[in-house]
């Protein structure tokens, strides 16, 4: 089994690299396919129509878009979803600047609110870019150096340890293999090749070799040119000291990506820094040798293919040091050494940046910025306004899908969005449970926010903005026989889509209901009828009091009494429901007086406690009972002394009740006496 996944994994890595080859052999191959010599911006472009266009409708109206952007070699995992005019609008760019046509000096700058898919573009394309890298058409190829054949050569070292005849070095900025012909026959060696492939941009390879490998190369001809070697180039150029490598795209190789928490100096975050060690280490003469340079910063790995600013309001500062990259394609590493850099800029922020670039608006001509405002050239992303794509945003944030609705049809597209969802959801008990989403409620949500992102200003008076937002879905309105295209409609569309609801906030509302209890439960067990109990209570003799009918102040009376026993009146001042069966009976104390007892059985069971006339209690209940029910019937004793004796200044207190038994008690212990 796991041989398997071997086998698959080799063929894998044999399908994407192939083994060292000589300067000659890379001409060859490129004369054979001139896309593997392509500059950045034809390699950009060149990967992204490779994977073919598809017809899709949005704002009404049918584009054509390149499934690059579907991200389809990770299976969609980052797709941009909509915003196809201005995907479209970018490739028509890149196809100017490669070739030669134009806009060849600015700076690629997308542009819009949070959530609408920058951040996925920038995944989008080093995805991309890597896959295509693997494919025989889209290798991308650069020089290794080993210098150690040269006669008395330390060799390119990074540490103590001189190299070896088996140790290359790799040029640190993937420079492009044809930069080490003398410009002349470069030139010629182009235009071959160029008339080789006229279908496509011509090749354009304008730069010199990198810092790193300029100085293997001015050691070996300064060695073999005082060995007086005829044939200069040729010994610079063996397979012994110089081969051509391919390697996959990714970020650091290819595909530069300044982040917003890098910090440094600008030169540090655009090229790269100095290391103090090795530079007494190599220890060049007094001069610096750009061995000892790190090449670590974005543009150093962004040569020959992208470099992407993310959040570029982070970066303000670096602006405009940018600014002469694109047009002039060099940077320095320090005074007397420079570096040509091929790359295509690309720059990412959110609406904070118009602030950054307009802080100097108001000096009257005389703002600093306004060379780079001037070689920005603007891409604005969008809100979604079409319900079938955001209803698929919602579902691929919600859950793991990836896939993109390319292929699908209408009907299965739409079943889809009224299809309910099924959520996994991990409790803080860590326990993981299913929560089901009702069947059309993803759509909702999809229309609700794309009729946010639309503007109503333009809207005519008999069209709501729900058929507004029909009409940008699908391109036309069917009103029974009558059909309305988008085109009877003069909308207005600066506006829409550049507000709104973002998707980031309907996932975290839905979120937030997921995790919440719905209080379902199984039903509860029906009530009884107070009819059916008072028949019961009657039957078996007790005397019902309920907490309601209490705390209004009324009683219950049983019709028949229990033979034996007379009838009693129950009317207590306790809380909760109070069943029970009481029989008054008569005796004698030791002194011959006699007693009255209220005996009370609860459930049927044998009477538990006894309490006399006097107060004095034989019962276990607890003091607080104990005390009330002693003050209780205390003062129906004094009530009846001043009786008999005329006195009746006595008033009766608030919530006990003269002459008749009196509940004194919680729902689990209560006594009944008089």
């Not at 040119?225 to 397979?239: E, G, P, Y």
């Not at 012994?240 to 910090?263: A, F, K, W």
């Not at 019937?633 to 006195?647: K, N, P, T």
Request: glycine share 8%; with cysteine; net charge neutral.
């Amino acid at each position: 089994m796991s041989d398997e996944f071997i086998t698959k994994a080799d063929r894998q890595l044999q399908s994407a690299y192939e083994g060292p080859m000589s300067l000659s052999e890379y001409v060859d191959a490129a004369f054979e396919s001139p896309s593997i010599a392509a500059h950045a911006s034809r390699y950009l472009l060149a990967a992204i129509e490779s994977m073919d266009t598809r017809t899709v409708i949005e704002e009404g109206q049918k584009r054509e878009r390149y499934r690059f952007f579907d991200d389809p070699h990770n299976d969609g995992e980052h797709a941009v979803l909509g915003n196809t005019a201005v995907l479209n609008a970018f490739v028509d760019d890149l196809r100017t600047i490669a070739a030669n046509r134009g806009k060849g000096e600015k700076i690629i700058w997308f542009d819009g609110p949070t959530a609408t898919g920058k951040s996925e573009l920038k995944r989008c394309l080093v995805n991309g870019l890597r896959e295509y890298s693997k494919t025989p058409e889209g290798r991308r190829y650069t020089l290794e150096w080993n210098i150690t054949g040269a006669e008395n050569s330390r060799g390119l070292s990074y540490g103590d340890d001189a190299s070896d005849d088996e140790q290359w070095y790799e040029s640190p900025v993937q420079v492009h293999p044809l930069t080490i012909f003398p410009k002349s026959v470069r030139d010629e060696l182009l235009a071959q090749l160029n008339e080789a492939d006229s279908d496509g941009p011509p090749i354009v390879i304008d730069g010199e070799l990198d810092p790193f490998s300029r100085e293997a190369y001015e050691y070996l001809e300064t060695r073999y040119r005082q060995a007086s070697t005829r044939k200069l180039f040729s010994s610079i150029t063996d397979k012994s000291h110089l081969r051509v490598t391919n390697y996959v795209v990714d970020v650091g190789q290819g595909i530069g990506v300044l982040h917003s928490e890098d910090d440094g100096s600008p030169k540090e975050r655009l090229v790269g820094s100095w290391m103090p060690g090795m530079l007494r280490e190599l220890d060049s003469r007094g001069r610096k040798n750009p061995q000892a340079f790190s090449y670590d910063g974005v543009l150093s790995q962004g040569n020959s293919l992208l470099t992407v600013v993310e959040d570029a309001s982070q970066h303000a500062d670096l602006l405009r040091k940018l600014l002469n990259v694109p047009d002039e394609g060099r940077v320095k590493l320090d005074k007397g050494i420079g570096m040509d850099i091929d790359t295509q800029l690309i720059m990412i922020s959110n609406p904070d940046l118009d602030a950054e670039l307009d802080q100097y608006a108001d000096r009257n001509g005389q703002d600093p910025l306004k060379a780079l405002k001037r070689r920005l050239d603007r891409h604005e992303f969008r809100y979604l306004t079409n319900r079938r794509l955001e209803a698929e945003l919602i579902r691929r944030e919600l859950t793991a899908e990836k896939r993109v609705w390319a292929d699908l049809a209408d009907d299965e597209i739409e079943s889809r969005v009224q299809a309910p969802l099924s959520v996994s959801v991990r409790d803080g008990r860590g326990e993981t449970r299913k929560r089901e989403l009702a069947p059309f409620a993803i759509g909702a949500a999809a229309m609700y926010s794309v009729i946010s992102r639309l503007d109503g200003d333009d809207l005519p008076s008999e069209l709501t903005l729900i058929e507004k937002a029909r009409l940008f879905e699908q391109g036309y309105l069917q009103d029974g026989d009558e059909r309305l295209e988008i085109e009877d409609f003069e909308f207005d569309l600066e506006s829409d889509g550049t507000h709104g609801i973002p998707v980031t906030f309907t996932r975290d509302i839905i979120a937030d209901l997921l995790h919440d209890e719905t209080g379902r439960g199984p039903p509860r067990p029906p009530r009884r009828e107070r009819g059916d109990a008072r028949r019961r209570a009657q039957r078996d003799g007790r005397i019902v009091v309920d907490g309601p009918r209490l705390f209004a102040g009324r009683s219950r009376r049983v019709r028949k009494p229990p033979a034996g026993g007379q009838r009693l009146r129950a009317r207590p001042t306790g809380d909760g429901r109070l069943a029970g069966v009481a029989r008054r009976q008569k005796r004698l104390d030791r002194n011959g007086r006699r007693v009255r007892r209220t005996r009370l059985r609860l459930g049927g069971r044998r009477p538990n406690r006894d309490r006399t006339r006097t107060g004095r209690s034989r019962s276990t209940v607890d003091e607080g009972l104990r005390d009330r029910t002693s003050r209780a019937v205390r003062f129906e004793r004094l009530q009846r002394q001043h009786a008999v004796d005329g006195r009746r200044d006595v008033p009766p207190r608030e919530g006990y009740h003269r002459a008749q038994p009196v509940c004194v008690g919680t729902p689990r212990r209560r006594v009944f006496d008089r």
